[in-house]
């Protein structure tokens, strides 16, 4: 990830987020994700709350994660966020979280549209917030 505008957060383990296993749940790791992506936004100089604010939400359009090594309670947990595609309509992110020997646990991306508070409707990103699709697309993976 040379010269790709990248956010790191450190994850806060506790030992309410393991299973019987001792790990890590799996489904804490999309938490993760949205520490890792607000993360990105806010190192931007932007937040969801202004986009609430003016009248729009950001959901979850496409979730995909992949494990490849179990956190345990205990562990140092980073997740990295960057931009991966941005075409005016969607946003991916992408992520990986490492855990405190810099191996990586999981890999993933998320897809985000942007609706019209009051019904929901899609919205196009690079007319509602121009300014932010502008920092993404300079930003995005290349």
Known sequence: MENLFTSTRE???Y????????????ANYLKFFELGR????EDLGYNYLSMEEAGFYSPVYDIQITYKKPLRYGDKGFVKT???LNDGIKSVYGY???NGDDEIC????STH?????ENFRPTSFKKAFPEWYLKYEEIKKK
Not at 113 to 117: A, E, H
Request: proline letters at 0%.
């Open 11 to 13: 994850i806060q383990l």
């Open 15 to 26: 030992y309410a987020d393991t299973d019987m296993m001792g790990v890590i749940y799996h």
């Open 38 to 41: 607000t993360g990105l936004i």
């Open 82 to 84: 960057w931009v991966e």
């Open 96 to 98: 990986t979280i490492l």
């Open 106 to 109: 999981a890999e993933g991306k």
């Open 113 to 117: 549209i942007i609706v019209k508070k």
